[in-house]
Structures are given as C-alpha cells and as structure tokens.
C-alpha cells in the first residue's frame, strides 16, 4: 500500500491507521502549498487532487478518509480498529461523517482558507467567524460525546483517528483551548506510539 499524504494535513489520521495496523507500507509526501497536487503526475493518480489517497496492493486508489479509513479497518480485522456490529460501525460512520464533511470543510475550510469562501476582502472577518462558530459546535458535540468514554467507539478505532485531525488543527494550528474530555481525548491518542511515529515522520 502507499498513502499519499502531507504534512499535518487530514492524512495524518490514515497514517496513523496505517502505522497501527503495523504492516509495511510506502508514504509519499505532498506538498500542498506548492501545488503538488495539481501537478500533472499527482492528478493522473487523483483527478481530485486531495490527500488522503491510497494506492491498494491491486493498484486501484482509494479516496475520502471514511472510505480509506473504512476499508482498512475491514481488510485488517486483527488491527481491532473497528468492532464487527453494525451498530458500531454505523456509529463510526456517523462520527467520521460529521468530522470531515462538517468540522473539516464547512468549519476549518473557513479558518484556514476564507478566501475560498469570501467573495471579497470585506467578507473574510464574518467567514472566519461562521467557521470558529461551526467548529465549536463540532468540538461541543465531541466533547459531550465523550463524556462517559475513553473514545468515541469505546475502544479506540478509525473515528478517533478523524476526531484526532481536528483536534490537532484546532490545538497545534490554531492554538484551541479544546473542552476538557477532548483535551482529555486528544491527550490519549497522542500518548499512542504509533501516533507518535507519524507525527515525528511527517514533522510535527
Ligand atoms: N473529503 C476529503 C477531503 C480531503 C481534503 O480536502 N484534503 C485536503 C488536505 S486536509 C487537500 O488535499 N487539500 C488540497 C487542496 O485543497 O488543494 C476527505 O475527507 O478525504
């Protein structure tokens, strides 16, 4: 398998599935801010220009992190990264729904990128303002969530490794202070050792 990726990007929640699952894999690098992305070769492999995207032992990509996510999960049961009920497994899709398609990029496209959401300079204040709103909900909703629990699913699985990319972005990008069973939260998985490797390999 081989994860493209960048830095401290979405990514590092797929890196750190990978490094739990602990069989050997390739990760290569992106660099968005200089537009790897839409480079031609990039592009060939991922018409959507977006990390994650992981390229299976058959060859075929996979894109989306609760695709990637799920299917490493499935395909690598002994990772124990997803319980087998499907109560469970509806309930990670939920949480890892509502991490990327709302916190992510309804919420922190808006912090990290106004402009794509700004029709102009005067807009970008209320922009920003939307998504500290949108996030906080995010982070309220996670917090309560995890009120009684250790993480999300109980054990830890593919829905903490979302939830662990914007706690990240809100902590180490944004300078957050996080709800206290968040915090607790983030605190736990960056105590993981295969978190730690990832973080410590993509630089962070
Ligand atoms: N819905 C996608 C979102 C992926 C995404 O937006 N990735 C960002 C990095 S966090 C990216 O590749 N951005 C490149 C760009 O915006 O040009 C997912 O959940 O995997």
């Given amino acids: 398998m081989k994860l493209f990726y960048a830095p401290g990007a979405c990514s590092v929640g797929i890196h750190i599935l990978l490094e739990e699952i602990g069989e050997p ?9 200089e537009g790897d992305q839409f480079r031609p070769a990039f592009r060939a492999l991922n018409p959507k220009s977006k990390v994650p995207a992981l390229v299976r032992e058959d060859g075929s990509l996979l894109t989306e992190f609760p695709a990637i996510a799920f299917w490493l999960a499935r395909s690598h049961p002994a990772a124990k990264l997803l319980a087998d009920d499907i109560e469970t497994q509806t309930r990670a899709l939920e949480a890892m729904e509502y991490v990327t398609a709302t916190v992510h990029m309804q919420g922190f496209s ?72 968040l915090a607790a939260h983030f605190d736990r998985i960056l105590a993981r050792p295969a978190v730690g490797r990832v973080l410590q390999r993509e630089g962070l």
């Fill in 25 to 33: 894999y390739e990760a290569a690098a992106i660099n968005l801010r």
């Fill in 110 to 181: 808006r912090l990290l990128h106004p402009e794509r959401f700004a029709p102009g300079e005067a807009d970008v204040e209320r922009v920003v303002a939307r998504g500290r709103e949108i996030v906080a909900a995010g982070f309220q909703a996670f917090d309560q969530a995890l009120a009684d629990k250790e993480y999300l699913l109980g054990a830890f699985s593919i829905a903490d490794a979302a939830l662990f990319f914007v706690e990240f972005w809100g902590v180490r990008r944004l300078g957050m202070t996080l709800p206290s069973n």
